[in-house]
């Protein structure tokens, strides 16, 4: 409470109406654990019982994020008394007391359980100052760190280095470089031919100009890696990889998720993966996918030599002359991909034919595939027509002029597909589809796919040749099977045809984006007829749709789990509701 000189007078922590005082500390607990940082922080100011207790609560604290924000001073003021709380530490401040504080703590061991520390230095005024100091800090922590996520200036590259902070954390698990305006060949140093680091099972680097030559010895003496994310590298990296002996590698990312889009992470291994586990190798390879390609002769060979175990492969690559791909054939007779489970590729010459055969054709468990372009959409789909269905699909950007034959074959295909589905063979056959941009797909196209009996969750967008009708008939006709619903970018997706999302039992997520002819009058009706079944929806995005209102928002906000929201007529729209917060489109990504 304030006096009325406006200075804050501390409540008296025996007030029995205090419900500090009332309540198990237990309960309080609980309480204290559920609420933000920020409002901890205020909490603190109310009374000594409320202060002391809030202190007290260690989970509450397990985690401490200084941000910029207001409360930065006032946190670090209380800081090295919960310090042996800590266990995960996040510095991105401009302030440079703020900053020194906080390493003089660690390096005076008030944070003794610290495991997990990211620090984004670019952000630091000042910073010179302290990046000597940031090493030592790193030095005296290194017992229980295991968690490093460090984003540095080109500037301080001389104090802080990728080798330096290997040699100062043994016990490193996971390491996150990042120093987007460097160029990596400042980084080279000598390893101590001795050094082998024990730890590291993650590492992600980004930084300029990283090629085969300085990776290469991170390589052979980082031998426990399991994970490895490069950006801004250069394809000699990949030739590292192909002469270089990995053995717990098991996950690579190249230049991709340079958007911001998510990237595969490490799993559990699990006992039924034992056999496969025994065979060393890549089971992931991912390139970035939507803005560059790679050279075939570059990826192939990484390929080829995880051939056995890989599992998931993103691999976008330039066409292939004619000429090469005999010269392919030769060089690698036994190019079959036998245990792949999830492929993305773009369809272009001569490397769309080598896919085929190597893949599509080859594994028998292959169960999702993303495809990319229009080259032969019809050699690709009667491949699909003659093998086991897949459990998952991605067509889009296939503009084509003669669309005829291949809508043809897409309505066989899908014919296969709900045959399979009504056999009782339900896991065989299409759970999911996304159909972007695909001119090929009509009307008669989605009454086929409407036919799949274990079809649960579709995704239609840019779609030219198709009808509000066709769309509606479609959803009608498979009904409470489907759970997830994805519209976007067409002009024909209209209040009815959302409306009817609201009569489907099942249905737990609706994303609706660049939708035009959307109204709040289709999104209420679709929110209260999922009300009125007692059988709420758990997610809505939407963004960028004109004609839907904060008011709406805010009316489906009360019934609907979590909503995510962007105004088309502001960079940022947030509310203050539970679970409502904004959503860029670059936030929902390509399945694959």
Known sequence: METNDGNKEMISFTNPDDPFAMLPFDITTKITILLPQAVRIECLQVSRLWRDYILACAKAWETLTFQNEKEDISLVQVGFTIGNYVKNLTIDTTSPTVYGTLLEGLQYKRFKRIQSLTINVCKTDNFEDYSFSTMFTLGQIRNTLTKLNIKVQLSFLHYITFISILKSCPNLTDLIFSAPRANFTIWEEEFDPQFQHQSLVNLEVDSNNITGKLIEPILKQCQQLRRLVLRSCKVSVLEALVRTSTPNLELFCYNDGMDGSPLPMLQEKKKEDEALQQKKGLRVIYTSYGETAVAPRALLPLIYKNRETLENLRGCMFKLPEAQISVLHRRYPDFRLRSLK???????????????????????????????????????????????????????????????????????????????????????????????????????????????????????????????????????????????????????????????????????????????????????????????????????????????????????????????????????????????????????????
């Open 342 to 592: 999830h492929l993305a590729t773009w369809l272009a010459p001569g490397i769309q034919e080598f896919m085929m055969r190597v893949a599509i054709q080859s594994s028998n468990v292959l169960s999702t595939l993303v495809v990319v372009g229009n080259y032969n959409l019809n050699l690709l789909l009667t491949a699909l027509i003659n093998r086991i269905p897949l459990s998952g699909l991605n067509i889009s950007h296939a503009y084509l002029h003669h669309t005829n034959d291949t809508t043809q074959l897409l309505i066989r295909l899908f014919t296969h597909y709900a045959e399979c589905s009504s056999n009782n063979t339900k896991s065989t056959s299409l759970n999911w589809i996304k159909l972007r941009y695909c001119d090929p797909v009509t009307n008669d196209v989605l009454k086929k796919l409407s036919d799949i009996k274990t079809l649960h969750d579709i995704h239609l967008g840019g779609l030219s040749n198709v009808s509000s009708v066709g769309i509606l008939q479609c959803i009608n006709k498979l009904g409470n099977q489907i759970t997830h619903v994805f519209l976007h970018d067409m002009e024909l997706v209209n209040d009815d045809i959302i409306a009817a999302l609201g009569d489907l039992d099942n249905l737990l997520l609706v994303k609706l984006e660049v939708l035009n002819d959307v109204t709040d009058e289709g999104v209420r009706v679709l929110v209260d007829n999922k009300k009125r079944k007692s059988q709420q929806l758990k997610t809505l995005e939407i963004t960028e749709c004109p004609w839907i209102t904060q008011e709406c928002i805010s009316y489906a906000q009360k019934n609907v789990k979590t909503v995510r929201y962007n105004s088309p007529f502001s960079e940022y729209y947030v509310t203050k509701a539970k679970d409502t917060y904004y959503v860029s489109r670059s936030s929902w990504y390509d399945r694959s």
